[in-house]
């Protein structure tokens, strides 16, 4: 079992940047594929990234590609979304999931395929 802390989130303008962590602990951190998830006010979660749990393949939101960056530092049980260029669409409250070396089957978008998350935090992208 794995929890897992985010921090990071906060108040920027259109065109800034902000970098979430997320911190794992319980469990062996390497061994977990983690993704990252955002909910706007009167909207479904919403997948935003995903990192494998060897760090060698990343996938991301069309809508993020080219501005969000996931990386994990397995030596500090930490990953990481680097956000850039924000926009006021990226408004919401920014989640971190892990499931346990998924298989071939992993649905990375799917946060159904998640079995822990964190209590999230907010980002708020002014115009």
């Known amino acids: 079992q794995v929890q897992l802390v985010e921090s990071g989130g906060g108040l920027v303008q259109a065109g800034g940047s902000l970098r979430l962590s997320c911190v794992a602990s319980?469990?062996?951190?390497?061994?977990?594929?983690m993704g990252w998830f955002r909910k706007a006010p009167g909207k479904e979660r919403e997948f935003v990234a995903a990192?494998?749990?060897?760090?060698?393949?990343?996938y991301y939101l069309h809508s993020v590609k080219g501005r969000f960056t996931i990386s994990r530092d397995n030596a500090k049980n930490t990953v990481y979304l680097q956000m850039d260029n924000l926009k006021p669409e990226d408004t919401a409250v920014y989640y971190c999931?892990?499931?346990?070396?998924?298989?071939?089957?992993?649905?990375?978008?799917?946060?159904?395929?998640?079995?822990?998350w964190g209590q999230g935090t907010q980002v708020t992208v002014s115009s």
């Open positions: 990192i494998s749990w060897s760090g060698g393949s990343t």
């Open positions: 999931a892990a499931v346990l070396r998924p298989g071939g089957s992993w649905n990375f978008d799917l946060g159904a395929d998640y079995d822990y």
């Open positions: 319980g469990d062996t951190f390497s061994s977990y594929a």
